[in-house]
């Protein structure tokens, strides 16, 4: 489908949304005493603060506004029981600005805790207005104290049969101000989200979650907390009809929402199975993305698949490259694995290592960074993402670094601009720095260039399935976009740095020319961040 008929889609269905709202059969007075037919809510995203996950300068080079849309809201209004008299207003705040003036009778927040201090601002004034406010997600589930003090429902871990039953109790006035899901739910019962409020276009991927829960135990993890140690996943029909819907709201690269995409090999063989099928069907293909441990390197039939599947890019957690640092944090899980492999072996199958790196273990030492660059030197990796170790309260680490009296109680959540922990192994001040500059020396135009033809060169499939797919006019249109970025938004060095990228992978192969785009369209957000005012004001953090 091309973009045009699936934008006239989505303006259709809003303009039945529309027309549905208008339809008044039984007038009720809502708060605010204006006549309404149904009960509103109105969903909120809060503004990201400005952090690396952000990729802002990538979103904004292909024409996006925001990296992607959220799973979670798109998730609740799905669960909305159907013969509940009840619409929906919508605002992911990262693409227009929230209407405090807005006619509704619930206020709907998720968000994690790097969106704390927004999620109260956004409470504080609609209850101001006598708004009642439910609100869920990973900074509610854990911290659950400071949510009932900015929210009239407070939901805690997954919502999936909690959200229906507040709902119906609500429409009756018997809504209490605790749900609290106890046991993990069987992801068969997780329907797909609904994507009828958001213009695709508005996002540089879309999400779809396959599973929750990791069988690991990283003593830093909260995620562990908010899903569970088992691993539950959808159906492969279920995860299917979610990709089939992405696609129609308008996806082209899909994002697996989840901490650890190969953790059964069975479930994840059979679900690639289903999207090669399905994928090289298509005349306009989409691309997928996913985060890994480097687990995934070991296995070259799902390298493979990945391939077929048209996955372009595995955020592979590589964490550490110094063993004790891995074993420091119980993730020796992964010592019988070579980092070195995974990435080439990814390489090899085109796929972009999308590597993330900690630095401030105790293991660590001055050495670290230099390590860590010559590591991606080596294994001819264009992109990684170094973030410093933090704490999350109530992990196993926070609880070690608390009785070592090495906390700094001021979380932030902002893993590449900050951490909570007293080093040991260098000063806090020379932690920063060295990250700093690591990152600066990183994306210098002429390192970066080095890596990034070395990656194109080391790959030796390229999947056949997609030789007479046609790029979209859509794609067409943002690679015309990302070149007018780096033309008027970058300094002289990286827009000749673009060109240059563009003729070598040509003059290589006219294959890797796409793969050189791929890369570059991150490439602007990695040399963007490292020269970003956040830096400037991380000591402050
Ligand atoms: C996809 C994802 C991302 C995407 C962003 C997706 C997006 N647009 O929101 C990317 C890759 C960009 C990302 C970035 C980051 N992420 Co992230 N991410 C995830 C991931 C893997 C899946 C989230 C998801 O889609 N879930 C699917 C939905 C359906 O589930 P849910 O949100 O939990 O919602 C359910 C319930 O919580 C509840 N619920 C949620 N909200 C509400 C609201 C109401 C009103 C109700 C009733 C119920 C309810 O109902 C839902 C259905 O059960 C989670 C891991 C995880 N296991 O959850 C981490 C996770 C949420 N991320 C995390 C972190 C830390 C980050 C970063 C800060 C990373 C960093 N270190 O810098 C950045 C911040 C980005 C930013 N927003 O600025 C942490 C959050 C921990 C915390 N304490 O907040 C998690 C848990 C991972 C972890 N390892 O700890 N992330
Ligand atoms: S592998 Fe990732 S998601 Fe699993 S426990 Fe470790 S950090 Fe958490």
Redo the contacts with the bound molecule.
């Keep these: 489908m091309t973009q045009g008929i699936r934008d006239t889609h989505n303006l259709m269905r809003c303009v039945f949304c529309l027309f549905c709202l208008s339809q008044s059969t039984m007038n009720k007075k809502n708060q605010s005493g204006k006549t309404r037919s149904k009960r509103r809510i109105y ?1 909120i ?1 809060p503004l ?2 400005d ?5 802002q300068s990538s979103v904004k080079a292909v024409g996006a506004k ?8 798109a ?2 209004i799905a ?1 909305i029981p159907k013969d509940l008299d009840i619409e929906c207003a919508y605002c992911d705040e990262n693409i227009a600005n929230i209407d405090f003036d807005m006619d509704c009778d619930l206020v ?8 704390a201090h927004r999620i109260r601002e956004i409470s504080g004034r609609f209850r101001e207005k006598k708004i009642p406010v ?9 911290y659950p104290d400071e949510g009932k003090k900015v929210s009239d ?1 407070l ?1 805690i ?4 049969y ?2 229906p039953r ?1 709902l119906r109790e609500w429409m009756d006035g018997k809504a209490r101000p605790l ?1 609290e ?1 106890k046991s993990f ?1 069987d992801m068969a019962d ?1 329907p797909p ?1 609904d994507w009828s409020r958001i213009k695709g276009k508005d996002y540089l991927y879309f ?1 779809v ?1 396959t599973s ?1 829960g ?1 069988p690991n135990n990283c003593d830093f ?3 562990i907390r ?2 569970g140690r088992r691993y539950r996943t959808k159906r492969i029909g279920q995860i299917m009809t979610e990709i089939k819907n992405a696609y129609s709201a308008g996806a082209e690269t899909i ?1 697996f ?3 650890n995409f190969f953790v059964k090999k069975e479930f994840t063989r059979e679900l690639l199975t289903e999207i090669i099928r399905w994928n090289s069907s298509l005349t306009i293909p989409v691309s997928f993305a996913a ?1 890994a441990t480097i687990m995934i390197g070991s296995d070259e039939e799902i390298l493979k698949l990945l391939a077929d599947a048209r996955f372009s890019v595995v ?1 592979l957690g590589v964490e550490s490259i110094r063993k004790e640092c891995l074993a420091e944090v119980n993730k020796g899980h992964l010592l019988k694995y070579d980092p070195f492999h995974a990435v080439t072996r990814l390489s090899r199958y085109g796929i972009l290592p999308f590597i993330g790196f900690i630095v401030g273990f105790d293991n660590d030492g001055p050495g670290t960074f230099a390590e860590v660059e010559e590591f991606l030197n080596r294994s001819g990796s264009p992109l990684a993402s170094i ?1 410093i170790l ?1 704490a ?1 309260e109530n992990t196993t680490l926070y609880n070690r670094m608390k009785s070592r009296g090495r906390i700094d109680e001021n979380f932030k ?4 601009l900050s951490t909570n922990i007293i080093p040991v192994s260098m000063s806090i001040h020379e932690l920063l720095e060295n990250h700093r500059s690591l990152f600066r020396r990183l994306y210098q135009p002429e390192n970066f260039e080095k890596r990034a033809l070395d990656w194109l060169s080391n790959i030796e499939y390229v999947s056949p399935l997609y030789k007479h797919s046609r790029m979209s006019f859509s794609k067409f249109f943002k690679l015309f976009k990302i070149m007018n970025y780096y033309l008027f938004h970058e300094p002289k060095q990286v827009r000749r740095l673009f060109f240059r990228m563009l003729k070598n992978s040509w003059k290589m192969s006219p294959r890797l020319f796409k793969k050189a785009i791929m890369v570059m369209s991150q490439y602007c957000h990695y040399y963007d961040f490292s020269h970003n005012d956040a830096w400037q004001s991380y000591k402050k953090i």
């Design positions: 969903f995203t990201n603060p952090n690396f996950w952000t990729m925001t990296l992607m849309p959220n799973n979670t809201l998730t609740l669960l709907a927040i998720t968000g994690f805790t790097v969106h439910a609100l869920g997600g990973p900074f509610a589930t854990l429902h939901f871990h997954e919502a999936e909690t959200w507040f749900y899901q739910i997780s989200p999400s979650q929750r990791c993890c909260d995620a908010l899903v994002f929402s989840e901490d985060q955020f973030s933090n999350p959540g902002l893993w590449h």
